[in-house]
Each structure stands twice: as structure tokens, then as C-alpha cells.
């Protein structure tokens, strides 16, 4: 609390506010009208370093519990931490319901996604679209980055580092964003072997489309 007090305190000598001298009083001795304005002047500033803080703390929170699901915890293990109901944790957060159930069907499906996206990059050039060839083929290049940035960061000796939710993120992209775009963008199947992995790549999308639609946290 000290520290919290202390970051205050600076953030109010830092912005120094203006505010209305309400005039001399009956009572004032010496230079006591100075001093009252000055007074009121930091008790401003310390109200605008208050709600400044407050604001801060609030996103922290935020992005702590949605990192928290993001790996695995559930609404009811936040509602663990917090002392309330899960009802409670869904109401103050509610598109952590949505992280949830995105970060729950992702960790099911880590190799079945690697293995469906590999397979449509692989038969990419029996894909190509009449039109809109250079989208295809960027999304197709950024199909494979992902893979093997999922690769790595699925590997049995894979570091969390400084951000370790990232690689679910990450995830979550490839399929909702990179995998989508590319079945979007894919024309006709030109052998039997593109139809399959097309197939199974709008599967994938399905089964995650799904998933995601879910209530249950």
C-alpha cells in the first residue's frame, strides 16, 4: 500500500492542477489563503492520479485473467481467486466466455490443426484461385509460418517466455484468421489429393466454428 500511496503522490506532483481559489476565509492567518489554494490544487491532482491508477489497475486485471483462461483456467477457477460467483467472474469479464471456449477446442486440437493445415499448404498449387492469386499464395505463405511457428511453439521443450499465452493467440489466429482466409481464397480442386486436404481443412473450420459457439464456460 505504501508503494501504491507513493506512485500516487508522484503522479499527482507531476500534474499539477489549477483550480478556483475560493477567497479568503474569517479564520485565515498569514499566508493561509496561498496555502488552502495549494492544497486544493494537490487534492485535484490526487484525485486525477487515483483515477488514473484505477483505470490502470483495471486493465491489469483484465489482461491477467484473460491470459489465466487463454492457459487453461476456467470462469470457475477465477471465480476461485476473486472470493465470487462464477456468474460474477462472466459478468464483470464476459468475453472470456469467448477465450474460453476458443482456448478449450484449441487445446483438443493442436495436432489435428497443424496436420489439416499442413496438408492444404502442401496441395496449395492445385488450389490456386482464377482470381486473386498473389492473396492466395501470401495466405498460403503465412499458412506455413504459422505451422511451424505452432510447431515450435507446441515443442515438448518449448519456453513460455516474457508472454506465455502467446502461442495459444498464435494459434487461434492461424485457424480463425490464416486457415479461414485461405479456404476463402482457394478455387477449384484440380486433383483428388487438393479436394481432400480442402475438405479437411473446412472440416476443421467447422468443428471449430462450432466449438466456439458454445455457452457452457
Known amino acids: 500500500m505504501e508503494e501504491v500511496g507513493r506512485l500516487v503522490r508522484q503522479l499527482a506532483e507531476a500534474s499539477p492542477v489549477e483550480v478556483v481559489d475560493p477567497g479568503p476565509k474569517a479564520s485565515d492567518v498569514g499566508?493561509?489563503?496561498?496555502?488552502?489554494?495549494?492544497?486544493?490544487?494537490?487534492?485535484?491532482?490526487?484525485?486525477?492520479?487515483?483515477?488514473?491508477v484505477a483505470e490502470a489497475a483495471l486493465r491489469q486485471t483484465a489482461e491477467a485473467a484473460e491470459e489465466?483462461?487463454?492457459?487453461?483456467?476456467?470462469l470457475a477457477d477465477l471465480s476461485a481467486v476473486t472470493g465470487r460467483t462464477r456468474q460474477a467472474a462472466r459478468k464483470r469479464w464476459p468475453e472470456l466466455g469467448d477465450v474460453y471456449r476458443r482456448r478449450k477446442w484449441l487445446g483438443n486440437h493442436v495436432e489435428d490443426i497443424t496436420h489439416m493445415a499442413g496438408l492444404l499448404a502442401s496441395r496449395a498449387d492445385d488450389l490456386v484461385p482464377?482470381?486473386?492469386?498473389?492473396?492466395?499464395?501470401?495466405?498460403?505463405?503465412?499458412?506455413?509460418?504459422?505451422?511451424?511457428?505452432?510447431?515450435?511453439?507446441?515443442?515438448a521443450?518449448?519456453?513460455?517466455?516474457?508472454?506465455?499465452?502467446?502461442?495459444?493467440r498464435a494459434l487461434d489466429d492461424l485457424v480463425n484468421?490464416?486457415?479461414?482466409?485461405?479456404?476463402?481464397?482457394?478455387?477449384?480442386?484440380?486433383?483428388?489429393?487438393a479436394d481432400f486436404a480442402l475438405h479437411g481443412a473446412k472440416g476443421v473450420l467447422g468443428y471449430y466454428d462450432h466449438a466456439t459457439a458454445s455457452?457452457?464456460?
Open 177 to 193: 484468421v490464416t486457415l479461414r482466409g485461405a479456404v476463402e481464397a482457394a478455387g477449384e480442386p484440380q486433383t483428388p489429393e
Open 130 to 155: 482464377t482470381w486473386g492469386h498473389g492473396t492466395f499464395m501470401r495466405l498460403i505463405r503465412e499458412l506455413r509460418e504459422g505451422i511451424q511457428r505452432c510447431e515450435a511453439d507446441f515443442a
Open 157 to 168: 521443450d518449448a519456453q513460455g517466455g516474457e508472454h506465455p499465452a502467446a502461442r495459444w
Open 215 to 217: 455457452e457452457d464456460a
Open 68 to 74: 489465466s483462461v487463454w492457459l487453461g483456467a476456467s
Open 31 to 52: 499566508d493561509e489563503q496561498a496555502r488552502r489554494l495549494r492544497a486544493l490544487s494537490r487534492f485535484r491532482a490526487a484525485l486525477d492520479a487515483e483515477e488514473r
